[in-house]
């Protein structure tokens, strides 16, 4: 589509306005967004739009439609699925041995020290990629952590946690207890591991670059309120 607007403007609900009509979702909602400033940082993606819309250069367009479609028409739905990742999270598979064990400890421990005390649960912890299963309270707790989220915080945390592959380091960005750069640090560091030991391709540089600018556009969108 190509661009027929001048004057982008956010209304007093927090919808988007072009030309003082306002902007839907794919599905013909209203986009309305109950965050000032998620809602002037929307705005802007649409005042940088060019000659043509792309909606890879709007990714808080795409994540606010998402939260308005797909999770708030069925948020305990969505809810389930995200909690599944609870049972196969990243942090509880560790190397068989040292120096990636060490390592993995050192990202990872911290974070589960604080969702051990967050949750009042704990998590078994395994070597190798045989699957381990979670205590059923452990789960229940995740899963309960989850449901009490609102659907703007579904919208972002979903990419994040399958960027990430854990949970984990998702509620624990949800809830301000780690940093973006903490998370991404710790969700790599396999990756980064294989790195240094053999290198990396142009291929993975450019897919390594595409997650991590999909995993800051969700923590951008899940910041701003």
Known sequence: MKRFWTDVAVTADGGIALDGRPVRTPGRLPLVVPFAPLADAIADEWRAVGDTIDPRTMPLTGLANAAIERVAADPAAFAAGLAVYGGSDLLCYRADSDPLAALQATRWDPVLDWARTRYDTDFVL???????????????????????????DFAPLSPIVGITGSLILGLALVERAIDADTAWTAAHVDEDWQIEQWGEDELAIETRQAREADYRAAIRFLTLR
């Open 126 to 152: 395994t070597s190798g990629v045989m699957p381990v299963e979670q205590p059923p309270r452990t789960l229940a707790r995740l899963r309960e952590a989850v449901m009490a989220l609102s659907p703007w």
